[in-house]
């Protein structure tokens, strides 16, 4: 060979292939995305015009079949794991890189949406369907994830982190199966559920792309949400003890009115929850009086005490806020105000800063607007920061609705979560996390 010739070869080698670039991705398909998302619709709707689609009903099962056959036609090699997770990888170049992990869930609440869920799952069904039509091939495998049973408690990404506690097996939901036969039901193995246990460090990182299920994204106008990670949750019964008494006989200045306390401490609770900086939220949801009739003086009050917010300090020192104000509400009213923890309550998941970055880059990078926020609402991303770097993605929900038929994510709105799903997938492949 000529030596000129030799040097063009070379020239050429080392730039062909072509590095793929996060541009050569084509644009998601609204289109497809939408045809999908109303094929999904169909299993378990209802006349509301949403689905019942509970974990472990027929419709769940049918609709992880949909799914199935949608991941095949991909080309993507499909698992189901002894959780029922489903799982459909997609090989990489390099067989000893870590897996990128990414995907949400389809079941739904009763008398749910057709997007809290399925909107990640299609976005990370559009995301492979990308990657396919421009022929590039990741350096690290890609895995979709769907998981099993989100609605009912996380059930299916507790089983990766092996916290699925042996006592919620017989835990029965609206299908009417319990988690146990349910799992069994749709293609798992409750047997060998210690299987499904991943170990930390085994995936380079996880991605969930989820509506917003709050109003923030479109009362703004933007296009996507980065997730600071999810609100952790403290829950206490309430307890406040009064004198029951007639409701006629004695005197107004002579009471120890339990519910009197209880509404002073409902509104010190708004009132420390709105007053103290920052975007904690506290809520008094359930509320009961004793005996509770209408001319006895309520001599038992008991009520719920909810606190959220991404930092756990935060979570504390409202909590000690309300509590000393509680104390000093019952010495006035001659009542007694107790608090007891909850042990059901969950602790803040801050998502990794790092994939905050890759996430917020790649929408800079396709032009869309953003701000980065916090969920309120619990999702499988918060077990994964636990095996992962963990990022999230929010699309705005129309009206913030969520849980409900009229649940609503445009077409369009979906398509520019699915870009900014697929890019960081592509930018943690060429490396963005850096060493981990
Ligand atoms: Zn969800």
């Given at each position: ?106 079941d739904s609440v009763p008398g749910g949406g057709n997007y809290d869920g399925p909107t990640g799952v299609i976005a990370a069904i559009e995301a492979m369907e990308l990657l396919n039509t421009a022929g590039h091939t990741t350096r ?297």
């Amino acid at each position: 060979m000529p030596k000129i010739t030799a040097l063009l070869a070379v020239l050429v080698l080392a730039v062909w292939p072509p590095a793929a670039s996060t541009q050569d991705l084509p644009k998601a398909s609204a289109d497809r995305m939408e045809t999908r998302i109303k094929a999904l619709a169909e299993f378990g709707k209802n006349a509301d015009g949403g689905v019942d689609r509970v974990a472990y009903s027929d419709a769940d099962k049918a609709g992880r079949a949909y799914i199935i056959g949608q991941l095949r036609s991909l080309g993507l090699e499909v698992r189901v794991d002894a959780a029922a997770n489903i799982f459909a990888r997609r090989s990489g170049t390099d067989p000893s890189a870590k897996p990128i992990l990414f995907g949400s869930h389809i079941d739904s609440v009763p008398g749910g949406g057709n997007y809290d869920g399925p909107t990640g799952v299609i976005a990370a069904i559009e995301a492979m369907e990308l990657l396919n039509t421009a022929g590039h091939t990741t350096r690290h495998p890609l895995e979709l994830v769907v998981f099993s049973n989100e609605e009912g408690g996380l059930v299916g990404s507790l089983a990766m982190r092996g916290h699925l506690k042996p006592e919620a097996l017989a835990v029965v939901n609206a299908s009417g199966r319990s988690i146990g036969d349910g799992t069994n039901f749709i293609g798992g193995n409750i047997d060998e559920i210690a299987s499904a246990t991943v170990t930390p460090g085994s995936y380079e990182a996880f991605i969930e792309l989820h509506i917003e299920q709050g109003g923030i994204l479109d009362e703004e106008k933007l296009d996507i949400g980065v997730v600071e990670g999810i609100v952790g949750i403290g829950w206490w019964d309430v307890t406040i003890e009064g004198y029951a008494n007639h409701g006629g006989t004695t005197a107004m200045n002579n009471r120890r009115d339990a519910m009197v306390t209880a509404a002073e401490l409902t509104l010190a609770v708004n009132r420390i929850a709105l007053t103290t900086p920052g975007r904690q939220v506290a809520t008094v949801g359930r509320i009961q009086a004793f005996p509770g009739a209408p001319n006895v003086i309520p001599g038992r009050v008991e009520m719920s005490l909810e606190i959220r917010d991404l930092e756990q300090a935060k979570i504390d020192g409202i909590f000690a806020a309300i509590e000393k104000e509680a104390q000093q509400i019952a010495a006035r009213s001659g009542t007694k105000v107790s608090f007891e923890y909850l042990e059901v309550a969950s602790e803040p998941a801050p998502t990794d800063p790092r994939m905050r970055k890759v996430i917020e880059k790649a929408t800079r990078n396709m032009g869309y607007s953003y701000r980065y926020l916090p969920s309120g609402a619990g999702h499988d991303a918060q077990d994964m920061v636990h095996l992962a770097p963990t990022g999230m993605i929010f699309v705005p929900s129309v009206g913030g609705v969520s849980h409900s038929p009229n649940e609503f994510t445009t077409p369009e709105a979906m398509a520019k979560g699915a870009d900014v799903l697929a890019r960081t997938i592509m930018a943690i492949d060429a490396g963005s996390l850096g060493e981990h």
